[in-house]
C-alpha cells in the first residue's frame, strides 16, 4: 500500500499496546450509519510507473506551442537553479515556520526576499507574499478602509484599464465589508487613464485609488499626475505594479510629491513557470505607518538568548489565529515556496539582468508590434508608450485568426474584443526577452498566410 | 553551525551570474519621467555564491523530509516526490493560463478527474478546484452560504455559529463576509455542547461552521442531530476539512448533512506545505449550493472535450476569486497523489493515520502523561496537556516543544486549540514508521525527566540548533523587517 511502511507484525502490535481487536474497531465512534461504502467510482490504485506514462502523455498532448500572450502571467527565462534549489526537501517540505528556531531557512530568506521586494518598490515594508496578484489587490483595499478607520468611505476609483480579473476579484472578495469599487474610464485612442476621466467618476472622499503601471493594455499611466490627484481626495493611493518594470521604472515610493500608499502585484515574473495560471504569489509592500493593518505573514530580524542575530514571525497580534474574528485577514498560508523561487531568481538576476529582462522585453515588443503592423490589415491600436504589452487591431474578428495560428503552434495573444468592445477588434499581445527575431519572423509570417488565405477565401 | 550572513552582505559591484542576463539592448524605451535614477539594491553575487548560499539556508530548515513532524492540524505526511515531478514536466509548466483550450486537454483531463475523485471520497455533489489555500476555501464556502440565503431573499440571517474549539480562521472568515459570530462552547469529552447549539440557532442563522473530528481530535458523534437541527433552523453546514486525513475513506462529508466542505489538498493530499505555502482548498458542495460555485470550474462535454466553465455556465457564481485557475500546479500533484493512492489507498490513510495515533496516545499514556481527552479514541490526532507539570515544575508546553528541536523532532503544535492549557496537539500521519513514534515517546518521556532534574536546562532549549531561543517581544517591538543597507555601510 503506497507511502505505509506497516508491517503485519506491526499492526498486530501496535494494535495489542492500544488494547483494540482490530484497525476497523478504531473507528467505533463513528456511527454505522455513517459509515462509507466502497469507493467503486474511484479508480484503483496506479503504480508510480503506470501514473508518470500518463502523465507524460498529458504533458506531450497539447504540444509546446509558441506563446505571445502575457495578460497578467509572463514567459520569463528561469534559472535551472531556481526550482533545482526551491524544490529541496527542506524548502518544499517544510511548514510555516511557527517553530522558529527549527525553521532559520525559510525565516532568512523570507527576510531576503521582503528586502528585495521593499528596493524594488521602494516602500518601508513588505510582507511575506499572498496568493496571487489580484487577490493581493483586495486584500489591499481592505487594507486602506481599515488603516482611515472611521473616515473611510469604502468608495474605490480603479480604472478601467486594470486587468478584468482583478477587478472581478477585487469586488468578489470585498462586497461584502462594504467596499464599493468605481470604475474610471480610459482615454479613447491611448488607453490611458487621465486625471479628467477620474475627475468625472464624481466619486465623492474615495478610500483609495488605484493605478496599474503598466495598465492591462501594456500602457504606461501618469503615474505622478495621478497619484497627486488621489492625494488630494484624501485617498490612498494603491498601485499595481509588474515587478520586472520596476528594474527600470521610477519606484512607486517615488511617484507624485508624496508616493503610493501601497503597492501590490503578480510576482509570478519574478521565477515562476506559467503553469497554467498557478500557483503564482502576490506581493504587498505599503509605507511604515501602515503596517499594522497589512495582511499576511512578515518576518522580523531580532537576536537569540545568547544576543546572536535570528529570524523570527512578527506581528502574529494581526493574524487569525491570534485575533480570530477581529483579525486583518482569515489568510494563514502564504506561497512560501513560490517565494523561495524568487528570491534566488532574484538574486541570480540581480540588478543589471533583471533591467536587461525588463528592457529586452520592451524591445521585443516594439520588434513584434512593428512586424506584425506591416501587414495589411492590423495597426496598432492605441498611442501611449508601452511596456511589454500592447494591443492590436485586425479587420476581421480575432477569434478565428488565433484559431488558426494555434494550428500552426502559436499561442498569437489574446483576444480582448470581448472584454473590451469599444476597442473592436482588438488583440493584447506580449513577447518577452525569451521571444527571438525567428520567433517573431515566424508570428509575421503565420499571421500573414492566415490574413491572406482567409482574404482570398 | 555557522551564522549565514545576508545575500547582501555577499553582494559585490559588477558581480552577478551573467549565464543568465539576456543580451543588453540599446537603453531604456520607458518616457524619461519614468525612469529609474537608481538601480534597485538587489544582490550581485555568482551563480555558485547564490546556489551556495540558498543551498545551506535550505540545511537550517526542519522538513519532512529530513525530521520527524507531528505537528497538530497540519498533516506533514511524505509529499512523494512523483507528485512534484510529474507536475513538473515542460509540458504543464508552459502552457499559459489563457492558452486556447484546445491547447490545454491535458492538463484539463487530470484537473477533470480530481474534481470527479474528490466529489466521490467526500460524498457531495460537485467540486471547484479555484481556492487557492484552505482560509480561502473556507471563504469560498461562506461566500456561498451567503449567496444561497440571498438568492432566496432570506436576508435576516446575519449569523454564523462556530464552536470555542475552532480554527482561527473560521470567525476571520465569517467577519470577512459581514457575517456576525456566535460562538458556542464544547462540552468536557470534547463534543458540541447540543444545549448550547439549540440556543444558538434561529431565524438569524446563516450556518454553522464544523470540523469533524474537531480540533480536539475526537469524532463529533451527533453529527446528524447536529445538521438537522441546523437545517431546520434553516442554516446551512460548512465543513472545515482541515482533519479529512483522518476519515478519508471511511465517512465523508456529505453524508453527514453537509451543504459545503473545504479540501486542505495539502495536508490530505500530500501537497507539499513549502514553507507556508501554496495551498489549494478545493470546495465541495451539494446540490443547493451548487449553482453558486466559483468560477473557473472544468467541464466535459458530450464529445468528450472538456473546457472552462464561466459565468455563462453558471450565472449565479459567486465569481471569480483568483486571477486564473487557483494553484493549479498543485492540483496537478494532488492528482498524481489521488492517483497513486486510488481507492484502497484513501481508506488506508485514515486507517494508519488512525492507528499511529492511537498508538502514539497510548504509548505517551503508558508513560505517565495526561491526555485532555481521556477515553475517547484519538482521530489522526490527540491532545497531551501538560498542566500537571507545569504546576509540579513550570514546565510549558513551549519549554517541551523547544527541547524536543535538539532532539531532533519538530514540535506538536503548541497552545492550539486554546481551551486546553499548556496543550500539545500531536498528530504523525500514516506515513511514519513505528520506530519514530517510538523513539518520539522516549523523547517526550526524556525531556520530562530533565526538568525534573534541570529545569533550567530544558528552558534554555534549544541548545544545538542554528540560533537559541528567539527574542520574540524584541521582534515585534524593534521592527527590523528589511536589510538596512546604510547601516551595514556605516558600520
Redesign the interface.
Known amino acids: ?6 508491517t503485519e507484525k ?2 498486530q ?3 495489542s ?4 481487536p482490530s ?2 474497531a ?6 454505522e ?4 461504502k ?11 510507473m503506470e ?2 506514462r ?12 509558441l ?1 505571445f ?1 502575457g ?3 509572463y ?1 520569463h ?1 528561469i ?1 535551472a ?1 531556481v ?1 533545482e ?1 526551491t ?11 511557527y ?8 525565516l ?2 523570507l ?2 526576499f ?3 521586494m ?3 518598490t521602494g516602500m ?3 510582507n ?2 499572498l ?5 493581493s489587490l483586495a486584500e489591499a483595499l481592505l487594507m486602506a478602509v481599515r488603516s482611515l478607520g472611521r473616515k473611510a468611505s469604502g468608495r474605490v476609483l480603479l480604472p478601467r484599464a486594470l ?1 478584468p ?2 477587478r ?2 477585487a ?3 470585498t462586497h ?3 467596499v464599493t469599487l468605481h470604475e474610471v474610464d480610459f482615454e479613447a485612442g491611448t488607453g490611458l487613464t487621465t486625471v479628467a476621466a477620474a475627475e468625472r467618476a464624481g466619486v465623492e472622499a474615495p478610500t483609495a485609488v488605484v493605478i496599474s503601471q503598466p495598465n492591462f493594455f501594456g500602457g ?1 499611466e501618469d ?2 499626475a495621478l497619484t497627486d490627484w488621489a492625494h488630494a481626495q484624501g485617498a490612498l493611493v494603491i498601485a499595481v505594479v509588474n515587478p520586472t518594470l ?6 512607486p515610493s517615488e511617484w507624485g510629491s508624496k508616493g503610493a500608499d501601497i503597492v501590490v502585484g ?1 510576482g509570478q515574473p519574478l521565477g515562476a ?9 502576490g506581493f504587498l509592500c505599503c509605507s511604515k505607518q501602515y ?1 499594522r493593518q497589512m495582511p499576511g ?10 544576543g ?5 514571525l ?4 494581526r ?9 486583518t ?10 517565494v ?1 523561487a524568487a ?2 531568481y ?12 525588463a ?2 522585453s ?2 521585443n515588443t ?1 520588434k513584434l508590434r512593428d512586424a506584425l503592423t506591416a501587414l495589411p490589415g492590423v495597426t496598432a491600436a492605441l498611442s501611449a ?1 508601452f511596456f511589454h504589452e500592447t494591443v492590436l487591431t485586425l479587420d476581421r474578428k480575432v477569434a478565428p485568426v ?2 488558426r495560428l ?1 494550428d500552426e503552434g502559436i ?1 498569437g495573444g ?1 483576444d480582448i474584443s470581448g472584454m473590451y468592445p469599444e476597442l473592436g477588434n482588438a488583440l493584447l499581445v506580449c513577447a518577452t ?1 525569451t521571444r527571438t527575431d525567428a520567433d517573431i519572423a515566424r508570428y509575421k509570417q503565420a499571421l500573414g498566410e492566415v490574413l491572406a488565405r482567409a482574404k482570398a477565401a | 553551525m555557522s ?2 550572513p ?3 552582505q555577499n553582494s559585490r559591484d559588477g ?17 524619461d ?5 537608481q ?7 555568482g ?1 555558485l555564491q ?2 551556495r ?15 520527524f ?1 507531528p ?1 497538530g492540524s ?1 498533516t ?5 516526490r ?1 507528485c ?1 515531478t ?15 483550450v ?6 484539463l ?2 484537473l477533470h478527474e480530481l474534481q ?2 474528490l466529489r ?2 467526500t ?1 457531495m455533489h460537485a467540486v471547484s478546484l479555484t481556492p ?5 476555501g ?2 469560498t464556502g461562506v ?1 456561498m452560504i ?1 449567496a444561497y440565503h440571498k438568492a432566496r431573499g432570506d436576508e435576516g440571517r446575519t449569523e454564523i455559529i462556530v464552536p470555542d474549539a475552532a ?3 473560521n ?8 457575517f456576525d ?1 456566535r460562538e458556542i462552547p464544547t462540552r468536557e469529552d470534547g463534543d458540541v455542547d447540543f444545549e448550547a447549539l439549540k440556543e444558538a440557532l434561529g431565524p438569524q442563522t446563516a450556518g454553522i461552521m464544523l470540523t469533524n473530528p474537531s480540533t480536539l481530535g ?2 463529533e ?1 451527533r ?2 442531530e447536529i445538521a438537522d437541527l441546523v437545517h431546520e433552523a434553516g442554516g446551512l453546514l460548512y465543513y472545515d476539512g482541515a482533519n479529512l486525513n483522518a ?1 478519508l ?4 462529508p456529505g ?2 448533512g453537509f451543504d459545503v466542505i473545504h479540501m486542505n489538498l ?1 495536508k490530505t493530499f500530500s501537497t ?8 489549494a482548498g478545493a470546495v465541495g458542495v451539494s446540490e443547493r449550493l451548487a449553482p453558486f460555485m466559483p468560477i473557473p470550474v472544468v467541464g466535459q462535454a458530450d464529445d468528450g472535450s472538456y473546457r472552462w466553465l464561466d459565468e455563462q455556465d453558471l450565472p449565479q457564481s ?13 492540483l ?1 500533484r494532488a492528482y ?1 497523489y ?11 490513510v ?3 493515520a ?3 495515533a ?2 502514539l496516545m ?2 505517551m499514556k ?1 508513560k505517565g502523561f495526561d491526555l485532555a481527552f481521556d477515553g ?2 484519538a482521530s489522526h490526532e490527540f491532545i497531551v496537556t501538560l498542566k500537571r507539570q507545569k504546576q509540579e515544575l513550570t514546565l510549558t508546553a513551549s519549554d517541551v ?2 527541547r524536543l ?1 535538539d532532539y531532533g523532532f ?2 506538536p503544535t503548541v497552545y ?1 486549540p486554546l481551551l486546553v492549557p499548556e496543550c500539545l496537539l500531536i498528530e504523525p500521519t ?5 520506530e519514530s513514534l517510538d523513539a518520539f515517546v522516549e523523547a517526550m518521556a526524556s525531556i520530562w525527566e530533565e526538568a525534573k532534574t534541570d529545569i533550567e536546562h530544558v528552558k ?1 532549549a ?1 541548545w544545538d ?8 517581544t ?3 517591538r ?6 538596512d543597507f546604510n547601516g551595514e555601510a556605516a558600520a
Open positions: 500500500m503506497p507511502f505505509v511502511p506497516h506491526d499492526i502490535e501496535m494494535l499496546v492500544i488494547g483494540a484497525v476497523d478504531l473507528f467505533d465512534e463513528i456511527p450509519h455513517l459509515r462509507c466502497k469507493l467503486d467510482a474511484i479508480p484503483s490504485s496506479a503504480p508510480e501514473i508518470t500518463v502523465m507524460h502523455e498529458r504533458a506531450a498532448a497539447d504540444g509546446i506551442a506563446n500572450i495578460a497578467g502571467a514567459e527565462h534559472p537553479a526550482w534549489i524544490t529541496r526537501g527542506e524548502f518544499y517540505s517544510a511548514y510555516t515556520p517553530q522558529a528556531e527549527a525553521s532559520q531557512g525559510t532568512q530568506l527576510y531576503e521582503q528586502t528585495m521593499c528596493e524594488l518601508e515594508i513588505s511575506a507574499s496568493y496571487d496578484g489580484a487577490s486587468h480579473y482583478y472581478q476579484v469586488a468578489n472578495l461584502a465589508q462594504g504606461l503615474v505622478d520596476l528594474a527600470v521604472h521610477r519606484p503578480e513557470p506559467l503553469s497554467s495560471g498557478g500557483p503564482y504569489f503596517v505573514r512578515i518576518v522580523g530580524r531580532t537576536l537569540d538568548l545568547d546572536k542575530p535570528g529570524y523570527t512578527t506581528l502574529q497580534a493574524e487569525q489565529h491570534i485575533r480570530r474574528s477581529k483579525a485577514s482569515n489568510i494563514c498560508t502564504n506561497q512560501g515556496l513560490l523561495t528570491t534566488i532574484m538574486s541570480l538576476l540581480g540588478p543589471e539582468g533583471l533591467s536587461r529582462v528592457n529586452a520592451m524591445a516594439r508608450p488565433l484559431e494555434s499561442v489574446l526577452e | 551564522t549565514e545576508l545575500i547582501f558581480r552577478g551570474a551573467k549565464a543568465q542576463w539576456p543580451a543588453a539592448t540599446d537603453g531604456n524605451a520607458l518616457p519621467s519614468l525612469v529609474r535614477k538601480p534597485p539594491r538587489l544582490p550581485q553575487t551563480e547564490t546556489v548560499h540558498y543551498t545551506r539556508l535550505s540545511q537550517k530548515n526542519f522538513s519532512i523530509d529530513t525530521h513532524y505537528l497540519c506533514m505526511k511524505y509529499n512523494p512523483a512534484n510529474l507536475a513538473m514536466l515542460p509540458g504543464f509548466l508552459m502552457r499559459h493560463p489563457l492558452a486556447p484546445s491547447r490545454s486537454q491535458g492538463v483531463a487530470c470527479d475523485m466521490h471520497v460524498g487557492m489555500a484552505g482560509a480561502q473556507e471563504f461566500a451567503r480554527h482561527g480562521t470567525p476571520a472568515t465569517a467577519t470577512m463576509l459581514g459570530v475526537v469524532f458523534r453529527i446528524k476519515i475513506g471511511k465517512t465523508r453524508d453527514m495539502h507539499p506545505h513549502g514553507g507556508g505555502g501554496p495551498g459567486i465569481g471569480r476569486l483568483s486571477t486564473f485557475m487557483g494553484n493549479a500546479g498543485v496537478l498524481v489521488a492517483r497513486l493512492l486510488g481507492r484502497e489507498g484513501m481508506e488506508r485514515a486507517e494508519f488512525t492507528l499511529n492511537n498508538y497510548a504509548r503508558e475517547r479514541r516543544a523547544k528541536l519538530h514540535a492550539f500514516e506515513t511514519e514508521d513505528r534554555g534549544p540548533l542554528p540560533v537559541r531561543r528567539l527574542d520574540e524584541r521582534a515585534a524593534q521592527l527590523d523587517v528589511r536589510y
